[in-house]
C-alpha cells in the first residue's frame, strides 16, 4: 500500500511526495506533486504498474540511459572480465555522449541511426561501430525485458559494411627466417609449439604439464587465459584463467615428435610439474638474451629518425628523436634513460618502481610483453615485410594443413572452430595456391593456339 507525504517547498508551499514498495519492499517515489490528490493517483499507478510486472514501477519511465547500465545494468549483466572491460570502455567512449543524459524511454531508432552516422562521420571504423551498436543493443534488449521500455531502438538499424579481410599467411621460408631470428630456446619453443598446434594465445600459455601425454603426443586444451585491468578481475589480478577454451568445448590434438620431446625435455630440465605452466614469464622484463638482440641494431652512424606526422627527421640518439620522432632504437630509448637517470639523482624526479614481469604476474607471459620484446624484433630481423601478428601462426597451421592435403573437418576439430565455413576461409591462402590453376589454363590456351595453326 502507497502513501502520499506532505512536506513543505523552498517557496513555503505545501508538496506532497508519492511513495511505494517496489518488488523488493524498497521503499520508491513515482513523483512530487503540488496537491494530494495527485499525489495518490501517482502512488496507485505505481502499484497498479508493479501488479502489471512492470518491475520498476513509475520509476521506470524517468530512468536516464547512464543511470540504468551504471546502476542497474552493467553491474548485474552477466559477463567475462575480458568483455567487462571491453564494453565499459565502449560505453563510456563511444555511447555515453550520445545517450547518457537521455531517457531510456525517449531513444527511438532515428537517434541511433543519428548515432552510427555520426561516429562514420567521425571516422570510426566499420567494425568498431558495428561492436559499439552490439553492446548498444545488449543494453536495449535487457531494458525490454525488464520492461523499462518499450521500443528496442537498435532493430533496424543499419551499420556501415564491414569488409571481410583476406587472410596473409606466412609462407614456410619466412617462418624458418623468423624462427631463426628468435632471441633464445624458450621463445623458439613457444613459436614452434605455436605452428604446430595452431593454438590462441591464450590457449598456449594457458598449457600446463598434465595437458602433454608424452606417450602418445596428445595435447588437451581446456582452459585459456586472458589479461584484464584488475579492476575487472574477479580477485584483482591481471590474469583470469578461464575453465574453457574460446569454443567452450574441450578439444585433443596431436604433436609432432619433435616438439614434444621439446616439451617433456623443458619439463625435465626446469622440473616443472604437472600444474606448472610450460611457457612462464621470465623474471624481469629485459633478459641478457633480448639485451644482446637490441645492441646489434647499433651503428657507427646514429643518421636520422623516420619523418614523423609533420615530415621531420632527428638524428638518433637524442631527445627529440626519442619525443618528436617517436624513435624507440636503443640510441634514442638509452638517451632518454640518461636524461631521466641525471634528473632521479638530483631529486627532480620520483619514479615508479621496475616493473617485472615474473612478479607482475602470476607466472603467465603477458602478450604484449611478448610481442614487443620479442616477436616484432625478431620479425623484423628476419625481414619479413608483411605485418605479422602472433595470431597468424593460428592462420598459417591451418592453412599449411590443407594445403598438403589434411581433410578439412579434421582442420576444423584441431582448431576448435564452431563452424566449418570458418575453416574453408584457410583454403587457396598460399601464395603458390594458385599455380595448378593457372598452369590448367595455360595447357588449355596453348593447345588451342597450337590447333589453330
Not at 136 to 147: C, E, I, M, R
Not at 372 to 400: F, I, K, N, Y
Request: proline share 6%; with cysteine; aromatic share 6%.
Amino acid at each position: 500500500m502507497g502513501w502520499s507525504r506532505r512536506r513543505v517547498g523552498g517557496d513555503g508551499r505545501p508538496r506532497y511526495q508519492a511513495s511505494y514498495r517496489d518488488a523488493k519492499g524498497r521503499v520508491r517515489t513515482a513523483g512530487t506533486f503540488t496537491n494530494k490528490k495527485d499525489a495518490d493517483r501517482a502512488w496507485l499507478q505505481a502499484e497498479l504498474l508493479l501488479g502489471q510486472g512492470r518491475l520498476g514501477g513509475a520509476d521506470t519511465g524517468k530512468l536516464s540511459f547512464a543511470r540504468y547500465v551504471d546502476e542497474i545494468w552493467f553491474p548485474n549483466h552477466v559477463l567475462e572480465p575480458s568483455t567487462r572491460e571491453g564494453y565499459r570502455y565502449s560505453i563510456d567512449k563511444h555511447l555515453m555522449p550520445t545517450f547518457g543524459s537521455m531517457r531510456m524511454v525517449d531513444v527511438l531508432p532515428s537517434h541511433v541511426r543519428e548515432w552510427v552516422a555520426d561516429l562514420s562521420a567521425a571516422g570510426v571504423s566499420p567494425a568498431t561501430v558495428r561492436h559499439n551498436k552490439i553492446v548498444l543493443s545488449a543494453v536495449f534488449t535487457t531494458a525490454l525485458n525488464d520492461q523499462v521500455t518499450l521500443l528496442h531502438p537498435c532493430r533496424g538499424v543499419k551499420t556501415p559494411t564491414v569488409p571481410v579481410k583476406a587472410y596473409r599467411i606466412v609462407t614456410p621460408e619466412q617462418f624458418d627466417a623468423l624462427y631463426a631470428a628468435l632471441p633464445d630456446e624458450h621463445a623458439r619453443l613457444l613459436v614452434e609449439t605455436a605452428i604446430d598446434s595452431g593454438l590462441r594465445w591464450g590457449e598456449l600459455t594457458e598449457l600446463r604439464g598434465k595437458d602433454l601425454d608424452p606417450l602418445t603426443g596428445i595435447l588437451t586444451v581446456s582452459r585459456a587465459v586472458v589479461q584484464v585491468d584488475p579492476k575487472f578481475h574477479p580477485t584483482g589480478g591481471r590474469f583470469h584463467v578461464k575453465p574453457y577454451p574460446k569454443s567452450r568445448l574441450a578439444r585433443r590434438l596431436k604433436l609432432s615428435r619433435p616438439v614434444v620431446h621439446a616439451l617433456v625435455e623443458r619439463q625435465r630440465s626446469h622440473r616443472l610439474g604437472p600444474d606448472d605452466l610450460l611457457f612462464q614469464a621470465p623474471g624481469r622484463l629485459s633478459t641478457p638474451a633480448l639485451q644482446l638482440v637490441a645492441s646489434s641494431d647499433e651503428e657507427d652512424d646514429p643518421g636520422l629518425t623516420e619523418p614523423n606526422e609533420q615530415g621531420r627527421q632527428y638524428v638518433h640518439g637524442t631527445l627529440s628523436a626519442y619525443t618528436a620522432g617517436r624513435c624507440r632504437c636503443p640510441r634514442c630509448r638509452r638517451a632518454i634513460a640518461d636524461y631521466r637517470a641525471g634528473r632521479r639523482a638530483v631529486g627532480m624526479d620520483a619514479p615508479r618502481q621496475p616493473r617485472h614481469a615474473g612478479t607482475d604476474t602470476d607466472g603467465h607471459l603477458s602478450r604484449d610483453w611478448f610481442t614487443r620484446r620479442v616477436w616484432q624484433r625478431a620479425v623484423r630481423a628476419a625481414g619479413v615485410q608483411l605485418p605479422l601478428r602472433l595470431h597468424d601462426l593460428r592462420h598459417a597451421h591451418a592453412s599449411w594443413l590443407l594445403a598438403g592435403g589434411a581433410d578439412l573437418q579434421v582442420v576444423k576439430e584441431r582448431l576448435g572452430h564452431a563452424s566449418i565455413a570458418t575453416t574453408e576461409r584457410y583454403l587457396h591462402t598460399l601464395p603458390d595456391a594458385d599455380d595448378t590453376a593457372l598452369a590448367a589454363l595455360a595447357r588449355v590456351r596453348s593447345g588451342h593456339r597450337s590447333g589453330t595453326r
